[in-house]
């Protein structure tokens, strides 16, 4: 009885198990499934933007691509997505964004264990050669460019402020890389303050800048959204002519400021969200093309001025 | 649980003299605090700056008016950060929307105006239904209405950030930051709202009943109170101060996005377990409240405005005043 009973269950199971395998086997199309993190704030929305956009236009450029796309709002909700997308969408290749890197080394690398292409985009996982590609925005570039524009700007020296993100590595990578590159210019570093990529914390912390120091000649607000803020607290002081901000990370809203020319927002410094349609250009190439596509691709920051300010406009785009 | 929280406070009117530091020690934290102030930096008491300190603590402290009738009802809102973020969101939508039929004018600020009240509302009255009706624990309720709120603004947003028009923000934004006489307008609105809520807690029934229900729902009842009604009134009134917050906060950055309002539950009911209000509810005091949300945005300046931690502690710091400002209260009022 139980004997018949297992034997049954074990039928059924190979049954239900069939079919799935048997789908697998004759496509001839290949399948990317993509895992990002949801659009909880400005760059993330933008980065959503730009990865929905890439897919788009990839399924109409190539017939047999078929992506998945998931955004996950924690680690552990990515985690599952991905192991959906590995028991269920058989995906043949896996571009990751991880939410956290510890957490999502593991499920990454059991894909890789499958025998999928995996890549892994701006957060690097916490266990080298996982990844066929590596795809990410370069941090310490990102204070060096902002550092040499204002070295640029300032050659007699002068007083600055500096708005810092949320406490965290890549903050700290950009700051160190900024200050070694103002370093014996002759620019003072009056007062940094964590804005917390926030447009309220740096209007508030601008705003008290603005009280203790009587002489700043620029601010480095090192991300547009803090720069929304100081400039919002400098218009209030009615100090506007005396500094000029440098913000960062592409906002559409200040690319078009740089572009029209404006003096307060002189230029900006990328750090694209659309790197992430790269990632899944590069993969999907490895798919339809001969071209190696394996290794590390790091998109440097630019320096975008007034001159090359058209090409990093998108005003589709929800950043 | 001790007698001495039971008993009433007039027991020893003999040593008039001795300092009441239930009663005055938020006060005298706050004095500290302004005197730390102006010895550490000359620019503290600057017009400026006193006009940045009030301003941007105008809108924690018009929610956390109205979270001082909810609190010493015995209830609870975990929801007004989110809620005020979504009611900007739904404000600017709305604004935009009509720039194309209405014209860029004042009507269109009113009706912005008019919508943050509505839609504040609304979601008081989401939440003190929910709660009062559907009989469900106030933390849950607006833990829930909270993650709500949160991911309606990050959907309108899509994910990015909700702007104003231009024309219409450069005709709005005088409402936060001109004002009367010099004083800014977030300044006086704040003000009001803070006398009426002080005036609505002592001397009016609705008051007495917050308080009453806090103390001992039971009793409340056989009292002859309405309790829902009362509760639900509660909710339904900090939902319309946190519109009017909003409607201070718009004009100040034009935006709103997910990032909007973060923390904010957290803080207004910070100021008022600072201010005097017991947690549990059954006692509470409007002008402690507005000390209470003094002090918080003063250490925020005074840390700004000085080099004497990193700014890695500067959260700490909150923590150690919120807590030693509360022991103070406590312990004072324990020893008579």
């Known amino acids: ?319 | 649980m001790s007698d001495h929280a039971a008993t009433p406070a007039k027991t020893t009117s003999s040593s008039g003299f001795k300092i009441d530091f239930h009663i005055w020690g938020p006060v005298i934290a706050l004095v500290v605090l302004v005197i730390a102030g102006a010895m550490m930096n000359p620019n503290f008491l600057s017009y400026g700056n006193v006009t940045n300190v009030l301003a941007r603590s105008a809108f924690i402290g018009i929610i956390a008016v109205g979270m001082t009738f909810v609190i010493t009802s015995g209830g609870l809102d975990l929801s007004v950060g989110s809620m005020a973020a979504f009611i900007a969101g739904v404000m600017i939508l709305i604004m935009n929307a009509l720039v194309p039929s209405m014209g860029v004018g004042i009507g269109i600020v009113l009706v912005g105006m008019a919508s943050a009240l509505v839609v504040g509302l609304a979601a008081g009255l989401v939440n003190g239904l929910l709660i009062t009706q559907a009989r469900i624990e106030a933390f849950i309720v607006t833990l829930g209405t909270m993650g709500i709120f949160r991911s309606l603004i990050t959907w309108l947003a899509d994910g990015g950030t909700l702007s104003l028009d231009y024309t219409v923000r450069e005709l709005y934004r005088p409402v936060y930051y001109s004002g009367l006489f010099g004083v800014a307008w977030p300044i006086i609105v704040f003000a009001v709202i803070a006398i009426i809520g002080e005036i609505v807690m002592r001397h009016t029934a609705f008051g007495r009943h917050c308080a009453a229900i806090g103390s001992n729902e039971q009793v409340a009842r056989y009292s002859a109170v309405h309790v829902d009604r009362v509760r639900l009134m509660t909710y339904v009134l900090l939902g319309i101060l946190v519109g009017i917050a909003t409607i201070m906060y718009v004009p100040r950055l034009g935006s709103a996005s997910s990032s909007t309002g973060v923390l904010w539950e957290l803080e207004a009911i910070a100021a008022v377990i600072i201010g005097g209000t017991m947690l549990k509810g059954g006692f509470g005091r409007v002008w402690g409240t507005v000390v209470g949300v003094l002090i918080l945005s003063l250490i925020d300046n005074l840390l700004n405005l000085t080099d004497l931690v990193s700014p890695y502690l500067n959260g700490a710091i909150q923590g150690v005043i919120i807590i030693l400002a509360v022991v103070l209260q406590r312990q004072k009022k324990a020893q008579r």
């Open chain 1, 1 to 319: 009885m139980n004997l018949k009973h297992f034997a049954g269950a074990l039928a059924l199971s190979t049954m239900m198990m069939m079919p799935l395998g048997a789908s697998a086997q004759d496509a001839e199309t290949a399948v990317i499934g993509v895992s990002i993190p949801a659009a909880t704030h400005g760059w993330a929305g933008g980065m959503n933007f730009h990865a929905q956009a890439t897919i788009d236009a990839l399924e109409e450029r190539y017939e047999n691509l078929d992506f998945v796309l998931s955004t996950a709002s924690d680690p552990g909700q990515q985690v599952s997505d991905i192991e959906d997308m590995l028991a269920t969408r058989d995906i043949d290749a896996l571009v990751v964004l991880p939410f956290e890197s510890e957490p999502l080394t593991g499920p990454v690398a059991r894909v890789k264990e499958e025998g999928k292409w995996v890549t892994v985009v701006d957060r690097g996982l916490a266990q080298e050669n996982i990844e066929d590609l590596y795809v990410a925005g370069d941090n310490p570039g990102f204070g060096r460019v902002a550092g040499e524009f204002f070295v640029e700007r300032m050659p007699e020296g002068g007083n600055i402020v500096v708005l810092r993100g949320i406490p965290t590595t890549i903050d700290n990578e950009r700051v160190e890389a900024f200050e070694a590159a103002i370093e014996g210019s002759g620019i003072e570093i009056l007062g940094m303050e964590h804005g917390n990529w926030n447009r309220d914390d740096s209007f508030e912390v601008m705003q008290d800048f603005l009280s203790r120091y009587p002489e700043i000649d620029a601010v480095w607000a090192s991300d547009d959204d803090m720069a929304v803020g100081a400039l919002e607290a400098i218009a209030q002081s009615g100090r506007e002519a005396d500094m000029w901000v440098l913000g960062g990370a592409g906002m559409k809203e200040m690319i078009q400021r740089v572009m029209e020319g404006d003096e307060q927002v002189p230029a900006n410094v990328t750090y694209p969200p659309a790197m992430i349609g790269t990632a899944i250009e590069l993969t999907a190439l490895n798919f339809v093309g001969n071209a190696p596509v394996s290794g590390d691709f790091i998109i440097g920051s630019v320096l975008i001025t007034p001159e090359n300010a058209e090409q990093y406009y998108y005003p589709d785009s929800p950043f």
